[in-house]
């Protein structure tokens, strides 16, 4: 289970209307400390949500669909996954 969520980007997203989507990525941040270094993390899944807290399901490179509506969305931006 993870420790924590951090932010770990956002970019933009068009439906085939020309409606522009915000997506962010999150990333789970689990414990991995050791006797040596109690406080170390490390980066485990990463999920995409819209601006206002839909899923986002990785279709493809630069294809996505948000999850409870099922429209798909694209994006050129160099920090989409």
Do not use: C, W
């Not at 949500?49 to 996505?64: A, P, Q």
Request: proline share 5%; charged share 25%.
């Amino acid at each position: 289970m993870p420790q924590d969520i951090r932010l770990d980007g956002t970019f933009v997203a068009i439906d085939s209307d020309g409606r522009e989507y915000l997506i962010d990525i999150h990333a789970d941040i689990n414990d991995a400390g050791t006797f040596d270094n109690p406080n170390a993390t490390s980066e485990g899944l990463k999920h995409l949500k819209t601006r206002d807290g839909y899923s986002v399901n990785h279709l493809g490179k630069g294809k996505y669909e948000i999850v409870q509506t099922g429209i798909v969305i694209e994006s050129n931006d160099p920090g989409a996954p």
